[in-house]
């Protein structure tokens, strides 16, 4: 089953553009990370924000984790043609040696 | 950089044949994921191994899919017989820790088709 769900499920958006997407999640967490995926290929990861922190930037990427409402935010700042990718929040959940639970993702377009 | 491999990229097989993945993951990660990406959907868990131990296999349908990690360094994950609602990516996927703290690496997927 899928813990988390990201909102919204495509978004289109020119370069240079902002965007945003947003994931949800069930239970309580460990960590959440975000990963993206170029079209067939495999997973990149991209950023993991703790339970314990609030917001966290790396290079363009700019992600913020509310607890109370369960709830994560990605931001890509002046996106680029080369974002374009389908971008997914994954979740760990407390117990010890739990794998990542994914959800379905957000299919972002940048057109040039 | 070191990468995960997976083999092969593609597969096409008929239901009710037997098939089989490999995946090898960096060098000295000893916890190893077998993932099932259905088209649309994000990757599923199958298995979790750390070293040469299951994990969780708890998502694995035992009936038909069988994993192992000999040596604790590569892996194989197979499926007998294939169905047709097998058709999907599989990814592998390894990390130098476990318990989720840190993150994984995932190899190129193997497309599988049943026809």
């Known amino acids: 089953s899928q813990q988390g769900e990201e909102d919204p499920q495509a978004l289109s958006i020119q370069e240079g553009e902002n965007a945003t997407m947003n994931c949800s999640y069930k239970?309580?967490?460990?960590?959440l990370q975000w990963y993206r995926q170029n079209s067939g290929r495999g997973l990149v990861h991209l950023i993991l924000?703790?339970?314990?922190?609030r917001e966290k930037h790396s290079g363009r990427l700019r992600v913020t984790l509310d607890t109370s409402k369960k709830s994560s935010s990605l931001l890509i700042t002046a996106s680029r043609a080369a974002d374009t990718a389908s971008y997914f929040c994954?979740?760990?959940?407390?117990?010890?040696?739990?794998?990542?639970?994914f959800g379905k993702g957000t299919t972002l377009s940048v057109s040039s | 950089e070191a990468e995960v491999a997976q083999s092969p990229r593609y597969k096409i097989t008929e239901k009710s044949q037997a098939v089989a993945f490999w995946c090898d993951p960096i060098?000295?990660?000893?916890?190893l994921y077998w993932y099932r990406q259905i088209l649309g959907q994000g990757p599923e868990l199958l298995v979790q191994?750390?070293?040469?131990?299951?994990?969780?296999d708890s998502q694995l349908p035992k009936d038909r899919f069988s994993a192992e990690r000999l040596k604790g360094v590569d892996s194989t994950l197979k499926i007998q017989p294939a169905e047709l609602g097998d058709s999907a990516m599989y990814l592998c996927?390894?990390?130098?820790?476990?318990?989720?703290?840190?993150?994984?690496?995932f190899g190129p997927g193997t497309r599988l088709t049943v026809t």
């Open positions: 924000i703790r339970s314990n922190e």
């Open positions: 239970t309580s967490i460990n960590n």
């Open positions: 191994f750390q070293d040469e131990s299951v994990v969780d």
């Open positions: 994954a979740t760990v959940l407390n117990q010890a040696g739990t794998a990542l639970i």
């Open positions: 060098s000295g990660h000893a916890t």
């Open positions: 996927a390894s990390s130098s820790r476990t318990g989720g703290l840190y993150e994984q690496y």
